[in-house]
């Protein structure tokens, strides 16, 4: 408790004039026994004992030996390498590690950000690859899948004939999962018609322990039931379609996604064809408008391909991406000659920079090393980052095909944030130099620690994620992307009646009701990314794409997660000409048409003068959250990003 109790008084060096602060009460901050919410000592706390005491559970349970002294010393620096922002877990592990949804439930898949599942072997199991989505995502895990099962199986329809079957749905997650298994099940397999009795879910507004917020009631499973039965009639006897698996996955996400409480992403993989390119063509799939939102979809590359019809879809919608899929396999990173390590690869998780085999998941852990001022310090840091994404692995899910392919790859994602930063602190030739150096310290810890644990080495270690709530803690701009200008306003939803708000209103932010939803407030930040940091305008589509080529090349033999951001009329017609260079050098990518922030009220983001950044700053007293009490964390998503998503 002493070491604890050296940092209880100590400020956290929270980014971006409270921004960061508020993030991590909002996200992650969980509610302590008392009733008080965690501080950032105890949140660090809860998660490195939570790491170590998986560490231990491990070791003790193969009995290779466990020695409490090493591992006291080694928690301690962990903690205080967090607690500097040198680098973060993921997220999800700042709000479920540590908690009962590790300690009591083993539900330790939670402690993944992002996974993909493949609906190639669909015919074996049809209803399995949205079963698995959907309980993923209700995890809060982003989950890609592809589209290679269409024409694989038949929709038979359910057999009328026969007396219904009634389903009470239990009140949890497995419930709401075996719901939507039993509902396609009688659609794949000419079953009994399905009634689903509703009565035991809890109504809306009811508490969810563990997890945190409060329930969304039956309503949208009930509308999930009743748009996939919709789909389900209209294409019973046909063959199932590329568009009929992505609604299907597409209305499972929104579901999800409907409560604001459990929140997930989703990436669908399909071939550069017109169906799959039309499907957010709501001219030609109107029924899709609703949902079609919920994923992000791009196209598996062929290398030498005709580029120009999906680069005339990118400018006017900012979609398809692009994942080259033999790159992925090949690779580790592309600077490096091809060792096939992935060759069982099927996609990708949905900011697409993990390479994932069908059912596997991922943890990833940022680091930023704009906030060292020594390659030996950074080299440091990538031990504790590394040693948690590694402790990740050696919990097992109740998935027992994500299982095997844990077990046997422990892939794992080491990430930067802050590069933009960095590249303006210490210059390109620097980020060259620790990416290289910091590549093989990796390596060698990951071959210290996979003899310890006694497991298989990592088949890749390191990526480039867009990063998002996390950076924001950290106050470095996210993954690889440079900010959209030095000062600008940043603004936050919370809900009208968070328990936030009483500490915003005395520190004198700028609060005011969201446009067309009274029970939402927004609250403005101001915010100044640095000295000398170009902005996004002023780095070409050509740059940003070299900068991703760099980073694939001497730091991620996963991938580089990258949002090119083009301006439509001077950049447009050049995509298919730069995506003839670069697909020897990545492995995905995706394009966003630059738009000008501040363009409509209350936008996220607002391009601002030093003047007005100095006038609201002056204006703004110290932010004290330590009175808060009660306020149930609510996690974003696994990608925790606004970068990945292309909605324009």
């Not at 479920?96 to 300690?103: D, F, K, L, R, V």
Request: with cysteine.
């Amino acid at each position: 408790a002493s070491f604890i109790d050296k940092y209880r008084n100590v400020k956290p060096s929270f980014g971006f004039n409270g921004l960061g602060e508020l993030v991590y009460r909002r996200t992650y901050s969980r509610i302590k026994t008392d009733g008080s919410n965690e501080d950032w000592v105890d949140t660090i706390k809860r998660v490195v004992e939570g790491c170590y005491n998986m560490q231990r559970d491990w070791i003790e349970q193969h009995q290779l030996g466990w020695n409490d002294t090493k591992a006291q010393i080694s928690a301690q620096e962990m903690f205080i390498r967090i607690f500097e922002m040198k680098f973060l877990p993921p997220g999800r592990g700042l709000w479920a590690m540590g908690s009962a949804i590790t300690n009591e439930k083993k539900l330790y898949a939670a402690l993944n950000n992002c996974g993909f599942v493949s609906t190639e072997s669909m015919l074996e199991n049809p209803s399995k690859p949205f079963s698995f989505l959907m309980d993923a995502a209700m995890l809060g895990v982003g989950v890609g899948f592809d589209t290679k099962g269409a024409g694989t199986v038949i929709i038979k329809g359910i057999n009328k004939k026969l007396k219904p079957k009634i389903f009470e749905i239990p009140d949890s997650r497995e419930g709401w999962v075996e719901s939507v298994k039993i509902l396609l099940d009688s659609y794949f397999n000419y079953l009994e018609p399905i009634q689903f009795d509703y009565s035991k879910i809890r109504p809306t507004g009811a508490p969810i322990k563990g997890f945190g917020g409060v329930c969304s009631g039956a309503d949208s499973l009930r509308d999930l039931h009743e748009q996939l039965t919709i789909i389900l009639e209209k294409q019973s006897n046909y063959s199932i379609s590329v568009t009929t698996i992505v609604d299907i996955m597409n209305l499972i996400g929104r579901c999800v996604v409907s409560s604001n409480v459990r929140r997930t992403a989703e990436i669908a993989f399909g071939e550069a064809n017109d169906e799959f390119l039309d499907l957010k063509n709501y001219d030609v799939n109107p029924h899709r408008s609703a949902f079609g939102w919920t994923s992000n979809n791009s196209i598996i590359a062929k290398i030498g391909m005709d580029y120009k019809d999906c680069c005339d879809r990118i400018v006017k919608n900012g979609e398809p991406g692009f994942a080259w899929l033999d790159n992925m396999q090949a690779f580790s990173r592309m600077g490096d000659e091809p060792d096939y390590k992935d060759h069982r690869a099927k996609g990708g998780n949905p900011c697409l920079e993990q390479t994932l085999e069908s059912y596997e998941l991922c943890c990833l852990v940022e680091t930023f090393p704009s906030n060292h001022e020594s390659i030996e310090d950074f080299k440091r840091t990538l031990k504790f980052a590394f040693l948690y994404a590694k402790t990740v692995t050696l919990g097992n899910t109740h998935w027992p095909e994500t299982n095997r392919v844990l077990l046997r790859n422990r892939r794992i994602g080491c990430s930067m944030s802050g590069i933009a930063q960095f590249i303006s602190k210490f210059g390109i030739n620097e980020l060259k130099n620790w990416c290289e150096q910091g590549y093989k310290t990796i390596q060698n810890y990951d071959t210290i620690y996979s003899d310890w644990f006694a497991i298989p080495k990592s088949i890749k270690l390191t990526s480039i994620k867009p990063s998002g709530t996390v950076s924001l803690l950290a106050g470095a701009t996210p993954g690889m992307h440079y900010p959209e200008s030095r000062f600008y306003i940043r603004r936050v939803r919370l809900p009208a009646d968070s328990n936030l708000l009483k500490s915003l209103i005395a520190a004198r932010y700028k609060i005011e009701p969201a446009m067309q939803d009274p029970k939402t407030v927004i609250v403005e930040f101001p915010i100044d990314v640095g000295c000398g940091i170009r902005t996004a305008s002023s780095v070409s589509m050509w740059e940003q794409l070299s900068l991703a080529a760099f980073l694939q090349k001497y730091w991620a033999d996963n991938q580089v997660s990258s949002t090119v951001t083009f301006n439509p009329e001077t950049e447009g017609n050049q995509i298919q000409y730069a995506l003839n260079y670069f697909q020897y050098q990545l492995k995905g990518i995706s394009f966003l048409p630059r738009i000008k922030y501040g363009a409509y009220p209350q936008m996220p983001y607002e391009e601002i003068n030093e003047n007005d950044y100095n006038k609201m700053l002056e204006d703004l007293k110290e932010l004290n959250f330590n009175s808060l009490k009660e306020n149930a964390p609510t996690p974003d998503n696994f990608c925790e990003s606004d970068v990945c998503s292309r909605t324009i």
